[in-house]
């Protein structure tokens, strides 16, 4: 008898043990010789019925007594639990055309603390792609095939879904582009996240350049330090809040923001020249509690200055 790995362990009875000649290539020869018996080392082909659902690189049992099946069917099975398996976890899923490339996969992106969710040799199937999508960790959404590719219906659904499926033929590129995916994605959740965010900045409303004293209030800065942007709180350094910047325009255009040295117009609702506010003053931005945790994730992007005004305000 002759146990071999697969889903479940595969009983089967050798019909044929096939040797390729001295000196030839077993996944290229053609011609084989019909022996009894071999000893390591030796590449063969085995002939037996049943082997549809072997596992590629799965070890194998060899037995003469019958007794002795269920022995080996545990150790065979245990063997590949080892390496395929499937957590309830955060992690990637990987997937790999052998259990000894599977194996070493996982290996290495356990070095580089990665976690796994779940690991299989195969194809990249529909199944896999619902797996994915139970994963919290938008970074950890995906999944990573060695020498193998997703069947059709896995990538559509992939694609609809918004799982990113990475394959590769050599093991070191494939954790490469993964990691350098992630490193994009972070820095694109960074830069969205600056969009939403108010910005440090400081600013001077510039002497004669009063266009509307309020309702809104329209006039004219410059900017010290740091960056402004619609929807940034503006107030006096004492703390009193002025109002939110509506608009920030540069030559009658609405523009996204304005950083050090520039001079722009902007408008706020609650500002009235005169009363509240007077040329030549100083405003500063007022950050809320989710503006500050955004700065400091987002702290390699920030302006020298932004960050020079987040220490004097000691709000870092």
């Given at each position: ?84 398996f499937q957590k309830d ?125 309020s309702k809104p209030a ?99």
């Open positions: 008898y002759i146990i071999i790995g697969g889903k479940k362990p595969i009983v089967t009875k050798i019909k044929a043990l096939l040797r390729p000649p001295a000196l030839k290539e077993l996944r290229v020869e053609k011609q084989f010789e019909n022996v009894k018996e071999v000893s390591a080392a030796a590449g063969i082909k085995i002939a037996a019925p049943n082997l549809e659902g072997v596992i590629a690189g799965s070890p194998f049992v060899c037995i003469s007594e019958e007794s002795k099946i269920e022995k080996a069917k545990e150790l065979i099975q245990q063997e590949i639990e080892e390496v395929e976890i955060d992690g990637i899923i990987i997937k790999a055309d052998t259990l000894g490339s599977l194996e070493a996969l996982i290996k290495l992106l356990r070095d580089r603390g990665i976690p796994v969710r779940k690991a299989e040799v195969g194809k990249i199937n529909k199944q896999d792609v619902i797996e994915a999508q139970n994963v919290k960790d938008e970074l950890r959404r995906v999944i990573l095939g060695f020498n193998v590719k997703p069947l059709e219906e896995a990538e559509v659904l992939a694609r609809d879904k918004g799982i990113m499926i990475f394959t590769e033929r050599i093991i070191y590129k494939l954790i490469e582009n993964y990691e350098e995916w992630c490193k994009e994605e972070k820095l694109r959740k960074i830069e969205e996240k600056l969009k939403r965010i108010s910005r440090p900045c400081k600013v001077r409303v510039l002497p004669g350049f009063v266009f509307r004293r329209i006039f004219g800065i410059e900017v010290m330090a740091g960056v402004i942007k619609p929807n940034t709180l503006l107030m006096k350094e004492s703390g009193k809040v002025i109002g939110k910047v509506k608009n920030v325009q540069k030559e009658g255009k609405n523009i996204d923001f304005a950083k050090t040295g520039d001079k722009v117009a902007i408008s706020i609702e609650d500002a009235v020249i005169g009363r509240n506010l007077n040329e030549g003053d100083i405003l500063i931005s007022y950050l809320k509690k989710e503006d500050i945790e955004g700065l400091k994730e987002a702290w390699n992007k920030l302006q020298d200055d932004e960050k020079e005004l987040l220490k004097e305000w000691k709000l870092i």
